[in-house]
């Protein structure tokens, strides 16, 4: 909150207790003319903090620099070299490094100009070098489309920034300095990069504390997004401004006045929202500009931490407090080190006026974050030194662990926008440790923010004592309990209402993991099946048999797999068919002297007369994602199936009789295996069902009553909305049941109901 102070319109009554109100925004800084930004000497003043020797190693990357840019003009037509210069100086104002100053001025110099990594790190040293890669986006001519080009290379750099937060420190100084001076560009780009900004910049550097910097961003963005609305609602703030003057003239002497008789020294600033945070509460609580009532506050600022909670006395004394609207950060800081007292007072004319109370040292990290790190380091002393440096390391370390998890560039930047939500909520482990987690978060975003393996196995909890469903959203003060079991697993249902990018990177990778073990059994066990039809058995998968080994390892390099694993599973989905792969394992033994078994000959090959020899594949239910019952027509045990391997879908099982299976074999008949079910199943199975009724009070109390006396379980039930006006209505039911003779004992129970006219089994039309 914000951007611009309001101290033109407060009287000079403050200079004697703090100053006057000094502006929290630090504008943009006046472009300099091309001749006074190319030199080094625009640079040099703000580096006084440095060394002279690092000012010299930074002297000799901005002649490397010049030198690599030289004749490279910017969209404006100053010459490019300008804007590493700009880059490196707002850098200088976080007091960063001379490495990352060096990066500052070097980073588009591999991208654009032709430099190696070898060549950097040679004149520079790996450090530096490292810094610059980090910040070089990936060659677009390795992707196919812009947007996973730009998704790899936000990974790249956000695994880069999890390494050393510098990286993004400088990236945001880029972006910064780019939406500064983006007037030159055409308006279509000039959108599309602010919102990237305002989606994936902006939202870092609020997530590392750079409030400043995520201020500034988001009201840039929003000027180029929406220009009219930016420009309506600058010229209300404007009327506005003068329309309260002698409201905050007046609250002002009284705060003044309060704090001089109470004898507590401090500074008082004025606040006012952003122009983008007007918008948004403007949006999001459908208001007019007249309804917010917010837009202007106040921040004191005091010496010491007790002086915080003496100055919420002071203000509680002077004005009414309203009931709900006090926060302490301080005792509970937000997850980006944020800390602060906030209340929200009723001003003398009825409106709200927030107080923000906090330290210098609290203010000098709500505004630059992890860059306070680097300003501590100046005075070696100073006691949040290090603490500032572990400001978004959990965040930071969360980028690793989503990064082991996800191999897709575009599933990795989803993850990271996910984790990006800046509201927060603050919960309790049974032990009273505080962990904070986005708005949102549910019991299972809790359970793995705890340990992956509390989130796998996570089968229900508890909230303050009470039972609650995991989809439940937590609230701040909740003690959260998570009841576990040995034998539980993610659910995929899990990613519909997880919040936190780590939640649904395990559990996306946990049931990959799944489907990749399920696939590899699937494809063994079909392997088998069709060198059974060659009257072989399959040879040993244990690495300890060396023959065998070196078998595999020659049949996985035929097929272009890494390792015969990676064959297994590609078998199991479809992507190689079994009877080719397995008639070249049979050439193979039979160049090792092995011949077929005429027994297991001529039973292997006994399937079905319209599906391809490559063996049968039993069916008993345990098969998890690598096979899949057709939703078509859904067999069940006791119906004639076969399988289709689609190709990286694993098996779908249809009926022979399904209309939508025929059309598939007419079309692709190659990828057909023979199935059957087993004699033993491990679970039920759904069929469809339709059940023509009159319609009436209590026919669905019928039905149920009816399939329950059946012994089977009604999963789903639908009617259409035409039924209720009509005298019969048709019912669709979803039947767990055991094989078809259950069914069909269900379809007879139901037709002695009453209420029911026709019952029958749902098929797909031809």
Known sequence: MGLRSFAASLPAALSGLSGGLPSLRTPPAAEPSPAEAASFDALVHRLAYLPKADIKRIREAYKFADEAHLGQMRASGEPYITHPIAVAGICAEWRLDAQAIMAALMHDSMEDCGVTKAELIERFEAPTAELVDGLTKLDKLQFSTREESQAESFRKMLLAMARDVRVILIKLADRLHNMRTMGAMAPDKRRRIARETLDIYAPIAHRLGLNQIYRELQELSFSFINPWRHAALSKAIGKARGNRRDLVSRIERDVVKAFTEAGIKVEIQGREKTLFSIYKKMKDKHLSFAQVSDIFGFRIIVDELPSCYLSLGV?????????????????????????????????????????????????????????????????????????????GAHWLQSLIDIQDETRDANEFLEHVKIDLFPDAVYVFTPKSKIMALPKGATPVDFAYAIHSDVGDHCVAAQINGEPVPLRTELRSGDVIEIVTAAGARPNPAWLSFVRTGRARSKIRHFLKNLEQEESRDLGEKMLAQALRAEGLALPSLDDDEQAAAQLWQQLARWAGNRHVDELLVEVGLGRKIASIVAKKLARMLAEQGQRPDAVMLSMGRFVHDDAPAQGQVMLDGSEGASVRLAPCCRPIPGDEIKGYLGRGEGLVVHTTECAVGRRLFQRDAEHWIAVSWADELSRSFEAGVSVLLNNGKGVLAQVAQAVSAAEADITHISMSDE??????????????????????????TLKRSPSVLRVWRVKPQA
């Open 315 to 391: 203000l509680h004394q002077l004005y009414k407090p309203q009931p709900g609207r006090f926060k302490d950060y301080i005792a509970i800081p937000k997850p980006n080190g944020y800390q602060s007292l906030h209340t929200t007072l009723v001003s003398p004319l009825g409106t709200p006026v927030e107080f923000q109370m906090r330290t210098e040292t609290m203010h000098l990290v709500a505004e630059k974050g992890v860059a306070a790190h680097w300003m501590y380091k100046s005075s070696a002393q100073h006691p949040n030194g290090q603490a500032t440096q572990q400001l």
């Open 723 to 748: 039924s209720q006006q009509r005298e019969t209505a048709e019912m669709s039911l979803l039947l767990s049941v055991r094989d078809r003779l259950h069914l069909a004992d269900v379809l007879r």
